[in-house]
């Protein structure tokens, strides 16, 4: 099943995302569906730097 298998004009719920089986990673919001995009190579940057910040900030 692929996303172009729905109606992109219906709203869905997080119910009927559990019963899919679809190929492409989608998001649901307010009971639209996107798809999402894999992430860039400027977003894997900025999530690694932020990774390594938190993860050196000592926990008390």
């Known amino acids: 099943m692929t996303v172009n298998d729905l109606d992109l004009n219906e709203i869905y719920s997080y119910a ?21 995009s894999s992430p860039n190579f400027a977003h894997q940057a900025i999530v690694g730097e ?9 926990c008390q």
């Open 50 to 58: 932020l990774h390594l910040k938190t993860w050196q900030f000592p």
């Open 16 to 36: 009927d995302n559990l019963k899919w089986q679809l190929e492409e990673r989608i998001e649901i919001i307010r009971g639209h569906i996107f798809k999402m």
